[in-house]
């Protein structure tokens, strides 16, 4: 499925002609401070996966040795997640008609006690989520 996105002044625009609808919720302090609330991100995405427009506009400040996150320097939308010289994780908010459905919640024990996403995906802790990420290299 193709997914059209902008940040809400319109300056940058992307494009992701095919992606599975598959969403993670980072619930992380920092994807707290970043997006405003926990992370509903889109799978992600290497550079050659999607086409942004705009790039002017856009302005990456190093959250990590490991990783930088990208906002519209105009308005403030908050636009990806960059794992350095990896994926890109695009918010859900920023796109037309997304449909899909929660896949995980990570750092589950971050996540602020007043609220809970209904959704019987796994949960994992910060612990467990990196292990999990370890794992798999
Ligand atoms: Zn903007
Ligand atoms: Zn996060």
Redesign the pocket.
Known sequence: MQLNGACLCGNVQITIPEIVEEITV???????KFFGSS?LSLPGLSAEQFALQGAEFVQRYASSQWAERGFCKNCGSSLF?HALGQDYFFPTGLFEGVTGKIVQE??YDKKPEFYQLQNDAPKLSEKEFLAHLFEGK
Do not use: R
Request: charged share 0%; with cysteine; aromatic share 28%.
């Open positions: 980072c619930h992380c302090q920092m994807c707290q992370f997640y990570i750092f």
